[in-house]
């Protein structure tokens, strides 16, 4: 199993503060059956700043400590950008990091809002040869609240990845609803654990696989297990035709 959204560098951000939590992580990720993990610092949230080459150094570095400490799983470097306005000027100067140095680029929107610039900055970032994959959108307010921002994206070309925690129901019922949503109406493509620790941001892949396969077919965690695998092989990801979520809307009493 391959997990492209993680945190498991110690120290960088929110994630595990030091080496012997990393650890604990690669252990619990191994339990899971887990063999490949993107390491995916976050960058540009206004409160960290993991820049291309000091990630590669950390990767690295956690990858020795991991063969010295014989814990069968390898770490792939990447990065969880906050959406800004001069991403492609910092990629151009080598401070933004794809997945695995692929054409896959991953995108954050602020937690309660999307900026008025995103369709055309993701635009841009298309135009640029890269693909924007945008991180847990079923946990963004405004998403939530009108969906038909996400189909437009989605529609011109952006992927999204949903978390596997959302999915269980880990972050309340409207939003696994909202998961839910978008795989049913073809609107997500990668099921990650954007895990953080192994207390209260655990992995639940297995636990999100089983539900999915449960709920919606094993067809759907064959689709989502290949796009992990084709973004560490920079291959073309499986896309189905999205379609919009309809709110339903209700009428007052005259």
Not at 67 to 87: A, V
Not at 152 to 177: D, E, H, M, P, R
């Amino acid at each position: 199993m391959i997990d492209i959204h993680c945190h498991i560098l110690p120290g960088v951000d929110d994630g595990p503060v030091t080496t012997e939590e990393s650890l604990l992580m690669a252990r619990e990720a191994v339990k899971e059956g887990i063999k490949t993990i993107i390491a995916t610092p976050h960058h540009r949230n206004n409160k960290y700043e993991n820049k291309k080459v000091d990630i590669l150094k950390n990767v690295d570095k956690l990858n020795r400590l991991l063969r010295k400490e014989n814990i069968p799983l390898e770490i792939l470097p990447g990065q969880e950008n906050r959406i800004f306005g001069e991403i492609l000027e910092d990629y151009q100067k080598g401070e933004i990091l794809t997945l695995t140095n692929s054409n896959f680029l991953f995108i954050e929107f602020p937690t309660a809002s999307v900026p008025r610039y995103a369709e055309r900055l993701l635009y841009d970032i298309q135009t640029e040869g890269l693909t924007p994959i945008i991180v847990h959108p079923e946990r963004n307010k405004e998403l939530l609240e009108n969906p038909s921002i996400l189909y437009n994206l989605v529609n011109n070309g952006a992927l999204t990845q949903v978390t596997a925690a959302s999915v269980v129901g880990y972050f309340g019922k409207s939003i696994k609803k909202f998961a839910y949503q978008l795989i049913e109406h073809n609107l997500t493509h990668f099921v990650a654990s954007d895990a953080h620790n192994t207390i209260n941001r655990t992995f639940k892949l297995n636990e999100a696989f089983d539900i999915i396969e449960k709920d919606f077919g094993t067809d759907y965690v064959y689709l989502f297990a290949e796009n992990s695998e084709n973004v560490i092989t920079n291959n073309i990801i499986i896309k189905e035709i999205p379609y919009q979520i309809k709110r339903k809307k209700f009428l007052g009493v005259f």
